[in-house]
């Protein structure tokens, strides 16, 4: 029985492999629009955790605006956990928690901590993802209000305990209200790369 | 072939099923694991800290530059409004540098004489290297900056990092093009130092603001300190070369002496690393240990 390819342009008729006649489509096309295929597969697939990347690196380039450092916004943060919503099988688990080490290590902190915040964000988000179907953006960002305040609290939490020193609890405070005010822009976004890239 | 990759998915698909099983456990497990092991053993960690900056240094360094220049444009923009006030006032920094030029001289002189006199050998070597702050100092809980020069430019572990004139901090990990320093505001910066003034030696710990505390200091030698005191390191222990500025005494409240440096901790855009060789005092080594 001969085995039927289907060329992946919708416009290409069938070519039969066993005999080798392609009527459109030869063999070494085929095998090029497939390895193409697998190529754009990867390069999307790859695009949520390189555009997290970059929010991170944006937000961690020397501006030199005085105490910016302190309260600049949790980009990871908000990038886990839009993506947790739209598309979790393109940030898996692990990408998020070496999306979380490389923070670690650019801020120069304990290595782990962030890495554990985010991994609980993305693993908590995306297990009740089924709440965000079709919910209003009104909903989403309340649920953020949480998310990103119980984030940071973990990452507060542990960096006291690794010091052994309560950090300032205000700053903690500031920065959480930073994260909440760019989280509209970045999830549209993102929500725009959602839908012109990634789809 | 085909019976190959069979054999391959049936050894894979239950590694994958347990993986995808148990990952959250797997990875708060490494995490915690990875936090675990830093506190018993900074220096364990070290080589994923330096692979990840040495990594990413270029493309931080890269997004520094236009900053950088936007930066400068408005500084430059600025400071042609204030030209004529700025003239004036350099004109008579110059006065004032002018008069202090021909003490220094005078010093310096005066010094070369009575060394010669006393036979002391001065072994020291120092050499510096400029290098670009390519991150800002950490977070809310680190006091660190990452600079764009590394091993490759001689840069050692250990070192003293120096802004405007003054002690900035000492370099921590060294990746082969970059660098992270741990500025002495840091809460885990210690500095053998000393009161200019009185001689009297202490250790200045950062307090992770903009400030440094001085601790070891006894109730009397707390109460001869004066306000505008300088703090300079005392080169105890070799690590760091003797009489770099750490800062000037601010208050004292009880027995918290706060110190003040003249760095502008928000605009730090260029570190200067002191390659400092004292062959009597401590080798390499000692700097790994003393991590």
Excluded at chain 1, 24 to 41: A, S, V
Excluded at chain 2, 78 to 105: C, H, I, M, N, P
Excluded at chain 2, 142 to 163: E, F, T, W, Y
């Amino acid at each position: 029985m001969s085995t039927l390819i289907f060329c992946q342009t919708a416009r290409l008729k069938p070519y039969n492999s066993q005999n080798g006649s392609g009527l459109f489509c030869d063999r070494k096309t085929e095998l090029g629009y497939e390895f193409w295929g697998r190529i754009n597969q990867i390069a999307r697939g790859l695009i949520p955790f390189l555009l997290s990347l970059l929010l991170l690196l944006v937000f961690l380039t020397s501006t030199g605006i005085p105490g910016f450092v302190k309260v600049a916004p949790s980009m990871t943060i908000i990038s886990v956990y839009y993506w947790s919503i739209s598309r979790p099988e393109l940030l898996p688990l692990y990408s998020v928690f070496i999306l979380g080490l490389i923070e670690d290590v650019l801020v120069g902190g304990p290595l782990g901590i962030q890495a554990i915040v985010l991994v609980l964000v993305a693993y908590t988000v995306s297990t009740q993802r089924h709440f965000f179907t079709f919910a209003p953006f009104g909903y989403i960002f309340s649920t953020f209000i949480l998310v990103v305040t119980a984030g940071l609290g973990v990452n507060w939490l542990v960096n006291s305990l690794f010091a052994w020193e309560l950090w300032d609890f205000m700053t903690l405070l500031v920065k959480a209200a930073m994260t909440m005010i760019f989280y509209p822009v970045v999830h549209w976004l993102l929500a725009k790369v959602d839908r012109t890239i990634v789809s | 072939m085909r019976r190959r990759s069979g054999t391959f998915a049936r050894v894979t698909t239950p590694l994958k099923s347990w993986f995808q099983r148990f990952a959250l456990t797997l990875m708060i497990l490494t995490a915690g694991g990875l936090l675990i092991i830093e506190r018993i053993n900074p220096n364990a960690t070290q080589i994923i800290r330096v692979v990840v900056v040495d990594t990413f240094s270029p493309v931080l360094t890269a997004m520094t530059t236009p900053v950088a220049a936007g930066r400068e444009l408005y500084n430059n923009v600025r400071s042609y409004g204030s030209l004529r006030a700025e003239v004036l006032e350099l004109r008579d920094k110059l006065r004032f540098t002018e008069r202090w030029e021909q003490v220094a001289r005078r010093l310096e002189a005066e010094n070369r004489r009575l060394w010669s006199q006393l036979h002391v050998t001065q072994d020291l070597r120092t050499d510096f290297v400029s290098a670009r702050v390519i991150r800002d100092r950490g977070s809310s809980y680190v006091q660190s900056v990452l600079i764009n020069a590394g091993r490759a430019d001689g840069v050692r572990k250990g070192q003293a990092v120096l802004s405007s004139y003054s002690l900035a901090g000492r370099i921590l990990d060294v990746g082969q093009g970059s660098s992270r320093v741990l500025l002495v505001t840091d809460i885990n910066s210690r500095i053998p130092c000393i009161l200019e003034r009185t001689g009297v030696p202490a250790i200045a710990v950062g307090d992770n603001q903009n400030g440094v505390r001085l601790i070891r200091l006894t109730p009397d030698e707390i109460r001869d300190i004066s306000l505008g005191d300088r703090v300079v390191t005392s080169g105890a222990g070799g690590v760091f070369p003797a009489g770099f500025e750490i800062g000037i005494v601010q208050e004292t409240v009880g027995d918290q002496v706060i110190v003040v440096s003249n760095i502008n901790w928000d605009r730090l855009e260029f570190a200067t690393v002191v390659n400092y060789e004292h062959p009597d005092l401590l080798p390499d080594s000692a700097f790994e240990t003393l991590q």
